[in-house]
């Protein structure tokens, strides 16, 4: 099974989305322990410079950080706080005492109010703490510490938002993964569907396209370049063949007319039967065949070079097949020939294509009919179409038979192509003639090993 390009770049820009995500959830448990530590430090001195004045007394101190802590992340941590006042006994005693050697210059308050809080860090025995030393208002040093143990419990707060927030946000979010995926791979192939809407359009008989073949970027022009070589060595390969088939079809007309002309005089020459006029007729008739050849290979080069010229009138193509009909049973009473046509379809058309294109049918149909056989014609026709098939059993034909009729040269099978005439032509002609009457022709081959062959066309199309 073929790989999807589109399904490749769309599993790719998906993978590569989900690494990014990983890669960034990774990196923010990284970063936020240290963002969350230098904002505490920031909101301590915010703290500090505002509620200062407020110290020794702790209670009043709390409720001025929960005053202007309102969108503070430390405001519910505000307990926390560890004070060590000067001369006064306090549950961490050791842990103050412990701060004395450590102490700093305290600031006043209005050197705090001036110059702003400068938080320390420091360590005391296996805990650290952010620290900063004010005199109160009753001239007595007042020392807050802020235990930074509380900052783990405060980053796993914010990974737990964040992480109940990914489950009701990931619907949103793999939605929006894929939508992305999908206008990715979507703008990433619309310059090759533009290339390849160009190519589909290139007719193989002018080797024009419908619509100009450009390169939308220039990363493409490579791509494009190299299939406008290709398609330009095609034309002109095809022109060289197109040209040798019209001009060998046209020298060769004349001689075999010649030939074919000679033989009917050579025929006059010799009694009616005998062994030297069965002889020139056999020539005459292998003449009659070349001539049959070199007539259509000179339609279908015509046909290739959009040549054709079909003469369009309006006949009544009723009447024509039954006629032909007619004809045939004269020409071959053995074949048992069935006809339903119905009347008045009137077509605008080329009465010699046309001959020719019933002509080609017929002769498919007995050549490959079997023996004991018949053949059968239906014309019908509604408000906008008519529909004309012929139809005949045949022996097994090859399972490819239905793709490969129409291609030039091909024939059933060698065993069966040896007893039969023709040369694979006859259908690709059919084919030709058609087209130029805007018509559709296909083939049908029936479980019970019946051919039909089925022509689709409007009543009358413009001349």
Known sequence: MRKLFALRIFVQTFLITVFIIAINRATVHVLIPSQVEEEIAQEMAQFMGQCAQTLPDQVAFHDCVRLHGKDSMTKSFSSKYIFCNEGSASQENSLCSAMQVKNSAPLSITELNEQGATIESIKVGDQEFFRVGVVDADRKKSTVLFPKEHIDTISKMLFSYRDRNY????????????????????????????????????????????????????????????????????????????????????????????????????????????????????????????????????????????????????????????????????????????????????????????????????????????????????????????HFSIENPTDALPINFEQQAFDRFYRVDSARSRNVDGLGLGLSLCQEIASVHLAKIHIEVTKSATVIFKITNAKNIAT
């Open 167 to 386: 489950i009701l946000v990931l619907p949103v979010l793999i939605l929006s993964v894929l939508l992305m995926a999908f206008y990715l791979t979507f703008v990433t192939l619309k310059p090759i569907k533009s290339i390849e809407k160009s190519i589909a359009g290139l007719d193989l008989k002018t080797f024009k396209y419908a619509s100009p073949l450009s390169s939308p970027y220039k990363e493409f022009d490579s791509i494009v370049n190299s299939f406008e070589k290709l398609r330009e060595n095609l034309e002109t390969s095809f022109q060289k063949a197109r040209r040798f088939a019209s001009d060998t079809s046209h020298e060769l007309r004349t001689p075999l007319t010649i030939l074919r002309g000679n033989a009917e005089a050579l025929m006059k020459e010799f009694p009616i039967g005998s062994h030297e006029q069965i002889r020139i007729s056999m020539v005459a008739s292998e003449i009659d065949r070349l001539i049959n050849i070199v007539q259509k290979l000179l339609w279908l080069s015509r046909a290739d070079a959009n040549k054709l010229a079909p003469s369009f009138q309006e006949i009544n193509f009723s009447d024509l097949l039954n006629q032909w009909v007619l004809d045939a049973k004269t020409f071959n009473p053995k074949l048992e020939l069935l006809s339903e046509i119905e009347p008045k379809v009137m077509w605008q058309c080329d009465p010699d294509l046309v001959h020719q294109l019933i002509s080609n049918l017929y002769d498919n149909a007995v050549k490959y009919n079997i023996d004991k056989g018949w053949i059968r014609m239906r014309l019908q026709q509604d408000a906008k179409h008519f």
